[in-house]
């Protein structure tokens, strides 16, 4: 497992990108999850051109092994271009600019956590980078909407000290 996980990640300098966002309710439950992506895409779907090709970003500030899931905090984001004119009443924020450690993953979103562990106890401690101050960020790369249980395929973004 660790030797796939260092195969896997590639570090990047990424620049500072604005967000508009919706938080989800009811945390990491699924269908809450669900919801405020469908009621973010509405709402974007005002001001961009092609919803498809808009980079999509999840943001996870918890951990539900320590936080009870229904009360961790999700934010569904979609990437803001200069040209876009979203309306004042959906919240924006910046993800920081700074060098990330990227992660693939594909595969079902049950074992998205696990994954996510063995980046924390494995990686982490084997290659001397601290997290930074930002909360993880997947960015989207593929989700089947009509069938949740499809397997997703995302890259997981760290912030690095």
């Not at 919706?22 to 509405?42: A, F, H, N, P, V």
Request: glycine share 4%.
């Amino acid at each position: 497992e660790i030797k796939e996980i260092k195969m896997n990640v590639e570090i990047r300098e990424l620049p500072a990108r604005r967000v508009v966002f919706e938080s989800s309710k009811d945390g990491y439950q699924r269908d809450s999850i669900m919801r405020t992506w469908e009621s973010l895409m509405e709402k974007a779907a005002t001001f961009k051109n092609s919803l498809e090709e808009a980079e999509k970003y999840g943001i996870g500030y918890d951990n539900p092994q320590v936080t009870p899931v229904e009360k961790c905090r999700y934010d569904a984001c979609v990437l803001l271009e200069s040209s876009d004119q979203p309306p004042e009443t959906l919240k924006q924020l910046e993800i920081p600019e700074g060098r990330f450690a990227c992660f693939h993953f594909k595969g079902s979103s049950e074992k998205l956590l696990q994954f996510y562990l063995d980046i924390y106890k494995n990686w982490f401690s084997s290659n001397g980078y601290e997290p930074g101050d930002f909360p993880l960020i997947e960015k989207y790369l593929v989700i089947d909407k009509d069938n949740p249980d499809a397997d997703i395929e995302l890259e997981t973004q760290f912030l690095l000290r």
